[in-house]
């Protein structure tokens, strides 16, 4: 079954085309960085324009890649939510509408359930059950994943997600947007242990997540301190960050008595919190899975994985859906 995946949900459009949920043939992502990068975050407006500039050609190169024509679709995948509600219609508009001319079943896509999915792109996958720690720039979760279709929340942020944190870090160290990756590379020649930063468990028995004490934390570091020491600033914040979701995961996996463990979103393309997460599950005897880094970020093929295991239960969009922003 060949499908294709839309996502616009922030400030990447992608579309791609995948095959039976694990075989992708093309995965094209043409990224807004650019331009929100003179605003220092992503501006809403800007990006539903740049979608319908992009929508276009991005759907058509990830055609032309595969090297299929439209009429030898199967099906289209498309993101419904959670996300920008602008950026978001432009994509789900541009399926419905695809789907309705070329007679094609095509399903609305929950985002996260598609980050999820983006595990069963690489090579080994794991089987479920399993737990899954949902790190992006806006969520930062903690499920029970026991089907493709089917994942229990076990926890959540209760104020900023973990990228979210990072990007905020980076803004106000002046390292510019998006956060993650500069501080990944700042903090590698910085010492993760100069920096006491606070560590917030919460309630331990259960698995949200603060990070707005990280966050400000920093901020007072720097007020006092200033930022001569950048790079030992953000290598304690991310240390602090990537050690309480590494925690938090383990103790969940430890208390489901699963033994399996995976984390997926943008966040998991961190060095640093793959590294981390490593020697913890080997410490715990639990099998660590993540998703290569072209797919941790924002795709379509991972929409259109999730959209297989969708349809093949029999659910289908109609013309009547809409998109929904939380
Ligand atoms: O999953 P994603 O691409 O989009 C959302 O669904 O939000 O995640 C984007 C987030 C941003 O906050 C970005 O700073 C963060 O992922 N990120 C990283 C890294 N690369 C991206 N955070 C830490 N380390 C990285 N290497
Ligand atoms: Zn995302």
Redesign the pocket.
């Known amino acids: 079954m060949k499908i294709l995946g839309i996502e616009t949900?922030?400030d990447?459009t992608a579309a791609a085309v995948v095959e039976n949920a694990t075989v992708v043939r093309s995965s094209v992502v043409a990224s807004q960085i650019a331009d929100h990068h003179p605003y220092g975050g992503v501006v809403p407006e800007l990006a539903s324009r740049k979608h319908l500039e992009a929508i276009t050609p991005v759907v058509a190169a990830a055609l032309q890649q595969a090297g299929i024509a439209a009429t030898g679709l199967d099906a289209i995948a498309v993101t419904r939510g959670p996300g920008l509600v602008g950026a978001l219609l432009v994509g789900f508009s541009f399926a419905k509408a695809m789907a309705v001319s070329l007679n094609l079943p095509w399903i609305g896509i929950n985002?996260l359930e598609g980050?999820i999915q983006a595990l069963f792109l690489s090579e080994t996958a794991p089987s479920f059950p399993f737990i899954v720690l949902l790190a992006?720039?806006?969520?930062t979760s903690i499920y029970k994943a026991c089907s493709p279709i089917e994942m229990i929340p076990m926890g959540r942020t209760l104020d900023d997600a973990a990228?979210?944190a990072?990007?905020k870090v980076a803004k106000l160290l002046g390292l510019g947007y998006?956060?993650?990756?500069v501080?990944?590379k700042t903090a590698r020649n910085g010492n993760p242990k100069s920096i006491p930063f606070p560590r917030t468990y919460l309630d331990k028995t259960r698995f949200d997540f603060s990070f707005s004490g990280l966050k400000t934390a920093v901020r007072r570091y720097v007020q006092t301190h200033g930022t001569s020491s950048v790079e030992d600033i953000v290598a304690s914040f991310q240390e602090a960050a990537c050690e309480v979701m590494v925690q938090k995961l383990v103790q969940a996996a430890v208390s489901e008595k699963a033994s399996r463990i995976a984390i997926v979103?943008?966040?998991a393309?961190?060095?640093r919190?793959r590294q981390m997460a490593k020697s913890e599950a080997e410490k715990h005897g639990l099998d660590l899975f993540i998703p290569e880094i072209a797919y941790?970020?924002?795709n379509a093929a991972m929409i259109a994985s999730a959209g297989f295991h969708r349809l093949m239960n029999g659910e289908r969009s109609s013309v009547e859906d809409d998109v929904f922003s939380r």
Do not use: R, T, Y
């Open positions: 949900s922030c990447e985002h980050h992006s720039g806006g969520h990228g979210e990072f990007d998006p956060g993650g990756a501080i990944e979103g943008g966040v393309a961190n060095s919190l941790c970020g924002d």
